[in-house]
């Protein structure tokens, strides 16, 4: 089978931690270029501009866009347009008309957008769908609270418009929480605390409600200094199921049920999404989920705006 040549654009933290090491080890995959304004890959063509690595490399016939979100959407429209495949990265873009219009255009080209959700393949988040099958949730708290400045130190973009605060981070768990509910969710009420020196959020405290009628909570912290947490607790009538550390923990009641086969180690997420992507690619399919991103565009849309003291970054 002929591989499939990707072009890389940003090479940052998810790029050298995952993307590069997945691709690489795939038999499905080639990594052929990669777009950066400053970074080089070793072995392969690097470019500064999307335009030109498309322009010297035309048989690449796959771009991952692993840049902000910002600058998702221009990424990405320029790659279906070149009749390239695509692997987007989370959050999908800046708006979501951005994102309705680039599955357009993949459409209208036949060519596979696969618009990822990594942590939804995080090793237990299907012992947990699982658990909910069939069960009514009753109520819930989500606990996303870590320190930006440990996990990405540098990312200025992060606080910039369409840069998400903290809910770059924050949109995984709600990934998560669309994937393994077993009924739709809305956003009741949300508190956004914006620093004075930020276009965007530090934390927020958010409250969703059930198709039927319960009650889900979260609270999200990009600025936290005591114990990082990455937790969505469940109840259910018959018990309390609870993901934990980035859903790497699955217990029930307290008591810890990782299924055997659930897959583990560091890139447990990012080469099952590599697999997917292959099989979109063969079946000549698209693969978009707009949930997480229309929930968190209601949260800007209905939260209230609270002023913070400035960031201290540094
Ligand atoms: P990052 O470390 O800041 O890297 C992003 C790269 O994009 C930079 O190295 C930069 O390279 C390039 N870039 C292109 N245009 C840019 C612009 N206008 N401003 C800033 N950088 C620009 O970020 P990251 O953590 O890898 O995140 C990239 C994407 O992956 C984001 O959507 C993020 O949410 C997602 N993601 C991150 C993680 C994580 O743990 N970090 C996990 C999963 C997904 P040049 O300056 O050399 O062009």
């Known amino acids: 089978m002929t591989k499939i040549r990707i072009g890389l654009v940003g090479i940052g933290k998810i790029a050298r931690e995952q993307h590069i090491p997945v691709v690489i080890a795939d038999p499905d995959f080639e990594l052929t270029a990669c777009v950066s304004r400053s970074a080089k890959v070793d072995g392969i063509d690097n470019f500064t501009t999307l335009e030109t690595m498309l322009d010297a490399r035309p048989d690449i016939d796959a771009v991952v866009v692993a840049s902000p979100p910002a600058t998702h959407f221009a990424a990405a429209r320029l790659a279906l347009e070149a009749g390239k495949h695509v692997f987007l990265e989370k959050p999908p873009c800046a708006t979501m008309a951005e994102l309705d219009w ?14 990822t959700w990594h942590l939804r393949y995080a090793p237990r988040v299907a012992d947990a769908e699982e658990w909910l099958k069939g069960r009514k949730v009753v109520g819930g708290h989500i606990v996303w609270k870590e320190d930006v400045r440990r996990f990405h130190p540098g990312q200025d973009w992060i606080w910039r418009s369409g840069g998400f605060g903290v809910f770059d981070p924050g949109i995984n768990a709600v990934s998560i929480l669309t994937r393994i509910l077993p009924e739709a969710v809305l956003v009741e009420a949300a508190e956004l605390f914006f620093p004075s020196n930020c276009q965007t959020p530090v934390a927020a405290d958010i409250a969703f409600r059930t198709e039927s009628g319960a009650g889900i909570t979260a609270a999200l912290d990009f600025f936290c200094q005591g114990e990082q947490s990455w937790d969505i607790e469940l109840t259910a009538a ?34 099952p999404l590599y697999r997917r992507f292959s099989e979109l690619i063969a079946r000549g399919e698209s693969e978009v989920d707009a949930a997480p991103f229309r929930l968190v565009a209601d949260i800007f849309l209905i939260g209230k705006h609270i002023s913070a003291p400035p960031l201290n970054l540094v």
């Open 102 to 115: 680039l599955e357009d255009a993949a459409r209208r080209k036949r060519r596979t957008l696969f618009q």
């Open 238 to 271: 018959d018990g309390k199921m609870r993901l934990a550390d980035s859903a790497r923990v699955f217990a029930v009641d307290g008591e810890r049920r990782n299924l055997p086969d659930s897959p583990d180690g560091v890139y447990a997420e990012y080469a």
